[in-house]
Antibody, heavy 122, light 108 residues
Framework: QVTLRESGPALVKPTQTLTLTCTFS??????????VSWIRQPPGKALEWLAR???????YYSTSLKTRLTISKDTSKNQVVLTMTNMDPVDTATYYC??????????????WGQGTLVTVSS | EIVLTQSPGTLSLSPGERATLSCRAS???????LAWYQQKPGQAPRLLIY???SRATGIPDRFSGSGSGTDFTLTISRLEPEDFAVYYC?????????FGGGTKVEIK
């Protein structure tokens, strides 16, 4: 059974750095083809993909946010960590982690965490 | 970066009716990399369709996906009460993912 769970602060101040952890079970991020992404959703708005890390430690970032994001993994702990620097109130959102697999010529998010709401306010 | 535009923004229909949701890409998308998700209030998105037309595990056959190139469609043949939700399309290209702005299917 695949599960993912996000954790981190519910409130951060402007200019601070946000650190979120995705703890997962039911799969290994050392298995070929496995990937974990971070996706966010401001209240009442659409989903926005942020970053992805692959089983081979390849990393990919949203073009618009790449200067502020760092994604990393700890395979032994089954965790993926996202840091986002210089937080702003517009970064207030529910942050999700989600699993994807590269299977032949397709890739999609098949399992999602329940999300964690992060509010940016002084 | 490929932009996905979903229309309409809101679809007001009655249970039993057919829903047709559109997702248009700013440039051609490989059908293999087009997916659809359903999201209900307070919940994470749920995968419905991948590869433009393949249903995910456990998804009822009233949900179907079609399209190619820049135009993709999600069809719900007969709306059930539990289908009223927001639907997102998503594409993958050049190692990046993008989502559409969503279509809300509401009860008329």
């Amino acid at each position: 059974q695949v599960t993912l769970r996000e954790s981190g602060p519910a409130l951060v101040k402007p200019t601070q750095t946000l650190t979120l952890t995705c703890t997962f079970s039911g799969f290994s991020l050392s298995t070929s083809g496995m990937c974990v992404s971070w996706i966010r959703q401001p209240p009442g708005k659409a989903l926005e993909w942020l970053a992805r890390i692959d089983w081979d430690d390849d990393k990919y970032y949203s073009t618009s946010l790449k200067t502020r994001l760092t994604i990393s993994k700890d395979t032994s702990k089954n965790q993926v960590v996202l840091t986002m620097t210089n937080m702003d109130p517009v970064d207030t959102a529910t942050y999700y982690c989600a699993r994807s697999r590269i299977e032949g010529a397709t890739i999609y998010f098949d399992y999602w965490g329940q999300g964690t709401l992060v509010t940016v306010s002084s | 970066e490929i932009v996905l535009t979903q229309s309409p923004g809101t679809l007001s229909l009655s249970p039993g009716e057919r829903a047709t949701l559109s997702c248009r890409a700013s440039q051609s998308v490989s059908s293999s990399y087009l997916a659809w998700y359903q999201q209900k209030p307070g919940q994470a998105p749920r995968l419905l369709i991948y590869g433009a037309s393949s249903r995910a595990t456990g998804i009822p056959d009233r949900f179907s996906g079609s399209g190619s190139g820049t135009d993709f469609t999600l069809t719900i043949s007969r709306l059930e009460p539990e289908d009223f939700a927001v639907y997102y399309c998503q594409q993958y290209g050049s190692s990046l993912f993008t989502f559409g702005g969503g279509t809300k299917v509401e009860i008329k």
